[in-house]
């Protein structure tokens, strides 16, 4: 049962990259959270966009593929007021789409270092 949950959430996961990537989301990074002792939740996506319209940008391009994709939406949405950090909340999946100068002050990476962390390659359209 465990072993499906997790499964679940790690599609989820991938489905919120896709979300991100599709609006060009910048250092997207998973963190596992699920093998620390005090754990609230699976994973944590975390991401930056480069203007307030882009942070907003990547919140709706995640929100619109995971309810197209996984027929979900989040439990709780935080700072769409200013899109400085915004926080979707799918239970077991915490997506933090920051500002660059957010994302540095506040580092959740560094924060939760002894989580198991992966790095997806960021998606830029090359010029011919």
């Not at 250092?27 to 005090?38: A, G, Y």
């Not at 309810?67 to 999946?93: C, F, I, M, T």
Request: proline fraction near 1%; charge should be negative.
């Amino acid at each position: 049962m465990r072993e499906e949950h997790l499964q679940a959430s790690e599609k989820l996961v991938e489905t919120v990259v896709e979300g991100i990537h599709q609006v060009k989301g910048l250092d997207v990074v998973s963190l596992q959270m699920n093998d620390l002792e005090h754990a609230f939740c699976d994973y944590f996506v975390i991401c930056h966009g480069g203007s307030n319209t882009q942070v907003d940008a990547i919140a709706d391009s995640v929100q619109e593929t995971v309810r197209k994709e996984a027929h979900q939406k989040p439990w709780h949405k935080e700072g769409l007021n200013n899109s400085n950090w915004v926080l979707l909340d799918y239970g077991d999946v915490l997506v933090h789409i920051f500002q660059k100068e957010y994302r540095d002050f506040y580092k959740l990476e560094d924060l939760w270092a002894d989580a198991t962390s992966k790095r997806y390659e960021d998606t830029v359209t090359k010029k011919s």
